[in-house]
């Protein structure tokens, strides 16, 4: 166990989901796995392991902001040896084209800055998805016929922004979504050579104001886990 994890040895797998939300990650669980059983209950950030399809599966939350998900995401890795780590969770259309409800996968994850700031220092490194998993949720997402957009996505420090222009240059370079946790994860993923990828479900959209009321964010969300664990598997 860790200092915010406390599952035993042996007790997560090598495939980690990570939600933000807790009780996403519980809901998830309960939904697509095999007897899951709790495996982390610190500070209330709950984690489950069970089997899909046979194979050990992980739902770990993360908590919001990259902060908080570089710290469950390092422990993971270091101390649990997870392999492979895909975010799941929502974020903000960023263009016309992407509608909510549409699931993004963000191929890069531009930021102003992220944890590993301080080991990068001057370079602007650009982290990005693991491109195999990146290729089966694709796959995954068209076998499904759920609208899905590959390409980038930015990573906010901030949820209440007050920086409209910067926005707006996120938008003219094409940038999808906005998050708040997935830069950092590809980083962790880049120094450990482990592989990530963050499968994104649009609840709201920045330029036309519309919003997934909370009691429709869960059914909705239910293709972006399939996708998910179909590409760790696939």
Same mark, same amino acid.
Not at 118 to 144: Q, R, T, Y
């Given at each position: 166990?860790?200092?915010?994890?406390?599952?035993?040895?042996?007790?997560?797998?090598?495939?980690?989901?990570?939600?933000?939300?807790?009780?996403?990650?519980?809901?998830?669980?309960?939904?697509?796995?095999?007897?899951?059983?709790?495996?982390?209950?610190?500070?209330?950030?709950?984690?489950?392991?069970?089997?899909?399809?046979?194979?050990?599966?992980?739902?770990?939350?993360?908590?919001?902001?990259?902060?908080?998900?570089?710290? %469950?995401?390092?422990?993971?890795?270091?101390? %649990?040896?997870?392999?492979?780590?895909?975010?799941?969770?929502?974020?903000?259309?960023?263009?016309?084209?992407?509608?909510?409800?549409?699931?993004?996968?963000?191929?890069?994850?531009?930021?102003?800055?992220?944890?590993?700031?301080?080991?990068?220092?001057?370079?602007?490194?650009?982290?990005?998805?693991?491109?195999?998993?990146?290729?089966?949720?694709?796959?995954?997402?068209?076998?499904?016929?759920?609208?899905?957009?590959?390409?980038?996505? %930015?990573?906010?420090?901030?949820?209440?922004?007050?920086?409209?222009?910067?926005?707006?240059?996120?938008?003219?370079?094409?940038?999808?979504?906005?998050?708040?946790?997935?830069?950092?994860?590809?980083?962790?993923?880049?120094?450990?050579?482990?592989?990530?990828?963050?499968?994104?479900?649009?609840?709201?959209?920045?330029?036309?104001?519309?919003?997934?009321?909370?009691?429709?964010?869960?059914?909705?969300?239910?293709?972006?886990?399939?996708?998910?664990?179909?590409?760790?598997?696939?």
């Amino acid at each position: 166990m860790t200092i915010h994890i406390g599952a035993k040895p042996g007790e997560i797998a090598e495939t980690v989901l990570m939600p933000g939300d807790p009780y996403r990650a519980k809901w998830a669980a309960e939904t697509f796995l095999d007897n899951p059983v709790c495996i982390n209950q610190v500070r209330g950030m709950l984690g489950f392991t069970g089997t899909w399809n046979g194979h050990p599966v992980t739902i770990q939350g993360s908590g919001m902001g990259m902060p908080s998900l570089s710290i %469950y995401a390092n422990e993971l890795i270091s101390t %649990y040896g997870a392999q492979t780590l895909i975010r799941i969770g929502s974020c903000g259309g960023m263009q016309d084209s992407v509608k909510v409800r549409d699931v993004i996968l963000a191929m890069t994850a531009s930021s102003l800055s992220t944890p590993s700031r301080g080991i990068f220092k001057e370079l602007n490194f650009a982290p990005s998805a693991d491109f195999g998993l990146l290729h089966k949720a694709f796959h995954a997402a068209e076998a499904k016929g759920v609208a899905t957009h590959v390409g980038g996505i %930015y990573s906010s420090d901030v949820f209440y922004d007050e920086r409209p222009d910067l926005n707006e240059q996120m938008m003219r370079h094409g940038i999808l979504g906005v998050e708040m946790e997935a830069a950092e994860l590809y980083n962790l993923a880049a120094r450990h050579g482990r592989r990530a990828l963050a499968v994104l479900t649009v609840s709201d959209h920045l330029i036309t104001g519309e919003a997934l009321p909370s009691e429709d964010r869960e059914t909705s969300f239910g293709d972006m886990v399939e996708i998910a664990l179909t590409a760790a598997f696939a």
